[in-house]
């Protein structure tokens, strides 16, 4: 399957002037470039550029290369959502529910990269109950990240693993390459898997309280009876 890098980057107005007017995704696309990296690169100002990139836009740019993309996202980020130009956020929930027409559409084999702090918090796309399909593998950081670091890092990501590296073996490139050992890759199904598995851990530990609690009631009830015939 031949796979192209699809950048889209929404930054606040001041990064870009912090940087003389340059963007991360920019900068990064540049060196794909050099590289000859096969890319695509857009920017976007608020919800609905977004929701159009990752949608429309993009499914023509994939008719267009005849090949599938590596979706990265360059924006800030939190536990919860990433954040647009303009301000708005996606939820992660959202975000999937978005995607889940290509990621059934490429069966899985998605890989999602985030240049963006807390990135790797796009695990949580994967911890749902019910839709069998999942994105292949997220790489993210799951602390702050810097301009300098994200650059360095997804530029050694990207010339490894299109140069036949393994996603693993790349994310650890991108580790030593940046100096930081926060970023990280899961697939969606072990993503899944964990999600699945604490919500057996919390049922089993709510099953434990309330045994106690019918115990405890039980005792009471009993000792009550016993107390009134004397």
């Given at each position: 399957m031949q796979l192209f890098v699809y950048i889209i980057e929404s930054l606040r107005p001041e990064d870009i002037r912090n940087r003389n007017n340059l963007a991360l995704g920019q900068v990064l696309s540049q060196s794909l470039n050099f590289l000859d990296i096969n890319y695509e690169y857009i920017y976007v100002n608020s919800k609905s550029e977004f929701i159009k990139a990752i949608t429309l836009n993009l499914y023509e740019t994939i008719?267009?290369?005849?090949?599938?993309?590596?979706?990265?996202?360059?924006?800030?980020?939190?536990?919860?959502?990433?954040?647009?130009?303009?301000?708005?956020?996606?939820?992660?929930?959202?975000?999937?529910?978005?995607?889940?027409?290509?990621?059934?559409?490429?069966?899985?084999?998605?890989?999602?990269?985030?240049?963006?702090?807390?990135?790797?918090?796009?695990?949580?796309?994967?911890?749902?109950?019910?839709?069998?399909?999942?994105?292949?593998?997220?790489?993210?950081?799951?602390?702050?990240?810097?301009?300098?670091?994200?650059?360095?890092?997804?530029?050694?990501f990207y010339y490894h693993l299109l140069k036949g590296n393994t996603i693993e073996g790349s994310v650890e490139a991108m580790k030593i390459a940046s100096a930081d050992k926060n970023f990280r890759c899961i697939s969606g199904m072990d993503a899944k898997k964990v999600y699945l598995d604490y919500i057996r851990n919390q049922a089993y530990e709510l099953a434990k309280i309330r045994i106690q609690q019918a115990k405890y009631q039980f005792n009471n009830i009993y000792f009550l009876g016993d107390f009134s015939n004397k």
């Open positions: 008719l267009n290369k005849e090949a599938f993309p590596i979706l990265h996202f360059s924006m800030h980020g939190n536990e919860h959502c990433i954040q647009f130009s303009n301000g708005e956020f996606i939820t992660w929930a959202e975000l999937r529910e978005k995607l889940f027409v290509l990621i059934k559409t490429m069966q899985s084999d998605l890989i999602i990269c985030m240049c963006s702090c807390y990135g790797f918090s796009g695990c949580q796309m994967a911890m749902h109950l019910h839709e069998g399909e999942n994105f292949g593998i997220l790489i993210g950081n799951d602390n702050e990240l810097g301009f300098n670091e994200g650059l360095i890092a997804y530029q050694t």
